[in-house]
């Protein structure tokens, strides 16, 4: 599914350039729960977001689907996203003058997808993730884990090929966050494929196999037995 | 087509409508500045109606011509001869210079802009007294308070008839007392009121105590004779007066063996310049209107570019995740240009329903029975259709600058955590 060949990427500060990435080599099969691993500022979001297009590589090669994904301009890039990839962020990142229902509705919006269908099928999503009910509140009358499964719900209405999630958890306590990985691993149940960025241990056991990145390079890429959530919840 | 897409307009209102106040602020600007635009053009419209109510039934193209002493020697003659028209020259006028409309010959009684007692029960007033084709009132329309104006019948019959001017009335008749049907009496000879007029107070030539007879009448009663006094002309109405008065004079010159650089003997009053004047001068002022109110809502326009930018720094968030969920930058871009445009036209409506009201409050309070220069003040059709297309290009080429400050804005570099 994801196909990356010697992945650079260094950020220039003046005079001096950051290198945040020596050199990713890593694939994804479909149906991967992939929990990349690492220290603060060890460049997960960095390569996440380069799988994201939020962010293009200074050399290397990408691969989604099939798809050499290279020299985008912004709105192949924004098509691109809305097709293959579904984002959840540590800080939700919902609109907020905008009702759960209408959150999740907007990449199906962007997909130009009819507004009786949108809705039907947002409403199925919000169901999935437990929240049918609230469909009609503001995030603001949300709890934290709740906003998160809106989150969710609105990556997976596009019905993504791959669900990119940086620090999903990040932001939670961790009852709640169990609950989200619960959520999470029930997807990925389903066969979709996952990428999460954790740097907490615990959250990385429950998935399938883990990336540990350190000072931009990958020096650890192992298979791992699942924990699932659902003991904890 | 996306301008009837229901879910962008959704887009757009909840955008808009998230932030109220300060959307209403935004729109202030707007607001203020189509109330002026509209205030002023409607101002400058109700000028033009109100000179153009004021001189109703005042032929605008038309000039006065009478005769004075020379000022240059001629064919034997000496300077200073005091010229006399007779009333065959008006009839060799009207036959000769095809481009007159109507002549209306006219004699006074005593000098020019003389006094004579006109008596009524022991009362007097100093009044003008004029004999007139009722014609006349073809060029000067009289404001008939009570009964009629002279007609063609007084004259065939040399009728012992008048109209009289309110000012008239009042020095000769009790308030409220019925004068039609009763007496005057000039210089000996009684006539019959057969109505009183109100004259026009901004457009005066007769004086404001003038008495009317038939000018058939006249010459009877008072003797004159053929003589005439002078003549009020209106030409065809895509004539110039200028050249017509100038053929008038031609003509008379010859006639009365003028000399013909002699720029007294005849005199003349054209009446055009006054009218042409004042269009010129409410057709400047209309331009100057909407010139200054076009500015102004230019800068009420700014203004809400300004409040969008700020508003798309706000968003910035918003704009990365909407991004990053598959909004192309051209989407972007058309919904702050959209919403631009939303604020911008929502405002000039309800600007201009603001100015409307005020127009008709003060078109109220003007009344019908103003002498005052201002009628009917209101913004016309192509006026109100140019504004708002103005309006709404200014608003997207304003809407522009904050659409591509948002487009600059990367996902990446919106959703950063800090
Ligand atoms: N836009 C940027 N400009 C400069 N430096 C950046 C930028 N984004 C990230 N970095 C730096 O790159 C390094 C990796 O960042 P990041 O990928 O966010 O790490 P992580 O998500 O693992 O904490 C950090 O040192 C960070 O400061
Ligand atoms: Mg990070």
């Known amino acids: 599914m994801i196909e990356i060949k010697d992945l ?24 991967e729960l992939v929990a990349i691993m690492g220290s603060s500022g060890s460049g997960k979001s960095t390569l996440l977001n380069i799988l994201g297009m939020l962010d293009n590589s200074d050399s290397g090669e990408y691969i989604l689907d099939g798809v050499p994904i290279k020299n985008l301009n912004e709105t192949k890039a924004a098509q691109y996203r809305n097709k293959f990839l579904g984002f959840v962020f540590q800080s939700f990142n919902l609109i907020n003058y905008k009702s759960a229902l209408e959150n999740v509705a907007l990449p199906l919006y962007y997909q ?122 | ?44 419209n109700g000028m033009s109606n109100g000179f ?19 000022s240059e020697p001629y064919k034997g003659f000496e300077r200073g001869r005091r010229i006399q028209f007779k009333l065959e020259d008006a009839g060799i006028l009207k036959e000769q210079i095809e481009e007159i409309e109507v002549l209306a010959p006219r004699i006074e009684l005593g000098s020019h802009r003389g006094v004579v007692t006109v008596y009524r029960n022991g009362r007097t007033s100093g009044s003008a007294v004029y004999g007139d084709y009722p014609n006349i009132d073809d060029i000067m329309k009289k404001k008939l308070v009570e009964g009629r104006f002279l007609n063609e019948n007084d004259m065939a019959d040399s009728k012992k008839v008048c109209v009289i001017g309110e000012e008239t009335y009042k020095l000769l008749f009790d308030k409220e007392e019925n004068a ?68 008038i004079k031609q003509l008379l010159k010859n006639k009365y063996d003028i000399n013909p650089i002699d720029e007294r003997a005849i005199g003349s009053f054209d009446l055009s310049e006054v ?43 918003e704009i990365g995740v909407r991004r990053a969920l598959g909004a192309t930058p051209k989407v972007v871009k058309r919904q702050i240009v959209l919403e631009s445009i939303m604020i911008t036209v929502f405002a000039g409506f309800i600007g201009f329903a603001i100015a409307v009201g005020i127009l008709a409050a003060v078109n109220g309070m003007i009344g019908e029975d103003s002498d005052i220069p201002f009628y009917n003040l209101m913004v016309s059709i192509p006026q109100f259709i140019i504004s708002f297309v103005l309006m709404v290009g200014l608003s997207v080429l304003i809407g522009l600058i904050p659409a591509n400050r948002a487009v600059r804005i990367k996902p990446i570099e919106a959703l950063r955590e800090e």
Request: proline share 2%.
């Open chain 1, 8 to 31: 650079h990427k260094s950020y220039k500060m003046g005079s001096n350039s950051l290198h945040v990435l020596k050199g990713i080599n890593f694939s994804v099969e479909e149906g």
């Open chain 1, 112 to 233: 130009k997808v009819g507004r009786k269908e949108r809705l039907e099928k947002s409403l199925k999503y919000l169901d999935q993730v437990g929240l049918k009910e609230w469909a009609e509140h503001l995030p603001s009358e949300l709890s934290g884990g709740q906003k998160q499964r809106v989150a969710i719900a609105r990556a997976m209405a596009a019905e993504p090929k791959v669900l990119l999630a940086d620090e999903p958890t990040g932001a939670l306590d961790s009852k709640t966050s169990y609950e989200v990985m619960d959520l999470i691993q029930k997807i990925n149940d389903q066969g979709n494929t996952i990428l999460i960025v954790t740097h907490e241990p615990d959250i990385a056991d429950m998935c399938k196999r883990i990336v540990h990145l350190k000072d931009g390079v990958i020096i650890e890429d192992k298979k791992i037995k699942q924990v699932r959530a659902e003991q904890y919840v």
């Open chain 2, 1 to 44: 087509m996306w301008l009837f897409d229901k879910d962008l307009w959704s887009e757009i209102f909840a955008s808009l409508g998230k932030n109220m106040f300060r959307t209403f602020l935004t729109m202030l600007g707007v607001i203020i500045a189509m109330v002026i635009l509209v205030l002023l053009l409607g101002g400058s």
């Open chain 2, 52 to 70: 153009n109510k004021i001189f109703a039934g005042t032929a605008s193209n038309s000039l006065f011509v009478w005769s004075q002493r020379t």
């Open chain 2, 180 to 247: 039609i049907g009763k007496d005057v009496r000039i210089n000996g000879v009684f006539f019959n009121i057969v109505g009183i007029y109100k004259p026009n107070q901004n457009i005066n030539i007769d004086g404001e105590n003038s008495v009317y007879i038939p000018f058939s009448t006249f010459q009877k009663a008072f003797g004159s004779g053929d003589r005439m006094g002078w003549m009020a002309i209106s030409v065809q109405p895509d004539t110039q007066v200028t050249i017509v008065e100038s053929k």
């Open chain 2, 275 to 317: 009218f042409n004047n004042i269009s010129a001068f409410t057709g400047v002022l209309k331009g100057v209107s909407f010139f200054v109110g076009i500015l102004t809502l230019l800068a009420g326009v700014i203004a809400i570019s300004n409040i969008l930018l700020i508003t798309v720094k706000e968003r910035t968030k």
